[in-house]
């Protein structure tokens, strides 16, 4: 229909609507409660204006912590009240900042609103909370303590170490005469020292240290040996010897003297020796380590489980058949984990 | 002129659930504060678990000068966010309580 057919009411009506239509639309009172977009800027802006002043004055100023904390307040509350009076007395203008805040804010809504994104935030949020429940402190603290202490008190641990050095000889002993019954027979009950039961108060006379790398002993020239051994249970555990040289006029310094006696119940477990002499034989050698060394046999019962030489030099008596047999092979097998047992 | 107390005791009487009906016409307000409260704890939690990987970090054998600034960093962004919440929080019920005095007058 066209507008000349029209009636005069019907042109009347068309006439209101259009001029309703162009009216300007009142001002909708604005509410920074109820507008979340407002207030996620406001937020954004405190939360980055308070980083940056901690940032710059406490990381690159090197102020002291108390008075930028106090500074932080009140930067972080002129803030956000600068936004508050700004969204009441400014009309909403559309500049960088706000629109970068606008498609911020769109991105949050719209992820917000896919289920995947709602599941894996709760998720997220328990496990965080459950991992946070933990104390930080304590769980450091202990965690600490458990590697650089094992967990054990110095006493205790040492005592766990001569148990483990022990029963790491028996077995030794056990692997290595299991073509001969009678090597099982503890060998302190064949001695003068059967009586001597060490406990836990007592312990094993010897030296344990704290590990091949973390203990070592420096041997001078004028040093004879670096200990006696007498015919009673001993441990020699957890430790380097290393001479620093000799007196050319002098024979190489012993790692073991064995002058005063010597039992397989001492037992040198887990030791490296570098450039020492050293009787080997009425000894039990477990898990040891000779470099440049001068190995002495003259046919004595002798056990080793797992020793290693390198470069060594080996001296025996020329007679005895059988240790002429076993030093060719420890010289020929140089490096290699040798198992040994001589009744 | 009546006692204010006998008028409150008798509004009391005359609308017994009052709370509820306040609670369900603010209740979009109460929902969006409660869900800025939640992003709020997440927020920080989440800023808190950077912290304690950083620590395990450190016990792992990292150097320490490189992550102490990390550690730093994590822990200012952890008090900015704190304090802004914090503040926000104050102000919002501020305001909250401004609008209801305008309702009212």
Known sequence: MSPAKQSRKQRAAAARVASALKAPQLPVKKDFLGDGRARFRAYLWAICMTFAYGFVNNLLLSRPENRVNEESVVVCAATLIAHVFFYYARAASANIRSRLTERLWVALQQLGQRKFTRIASVSVLASLLLVSAIPLDAVSASLVKMIQNGRLPESVAQFAIQEVAYVQSYKTRKQIAATDPAALNPVS?????????????????????????????????????????????????????????????????????????????????????????QDIENLTWTNDTFENCLIRYHGGPLRMANVRFFNCTFEHPPTVSGVQILMDHLSTHQGEPVNVYFP | MPDPEHIAASSAQARPYWWVEAWWNARDRVVAALTELIATVALLVALGFIYFVLRLMILAGMPVDGIAFLETVDFLAFKAVLLTFSIAFVLQAILSAKNSLNAKS
């Open chain 1, 189 to 277: 009950n064949s001695h003068t020292w059967q009586g001597y039961k060490p406990t836990a108060a007592q312990g094993r006379l010897g030296i344990v240290g704290k590990g091949i790398e973390e203990t070592k002993f420096l041997l001078g020239p004028s040093a004879e040996g670096f200990a006696y051994t007498h015919p009673m249970p001993m441990i020699f555990s957890d430790f380097t010897v290393v001479s620093l040289g000799h007196d050319p006029e002098k024979p190489i310094p012993q790692f073991l003297i064995t002058t005063l006696g010597a039992s397989q119940d001492v037992v040198i477990n887990n030791v490296r020796v570098v450039g020492l002499a």
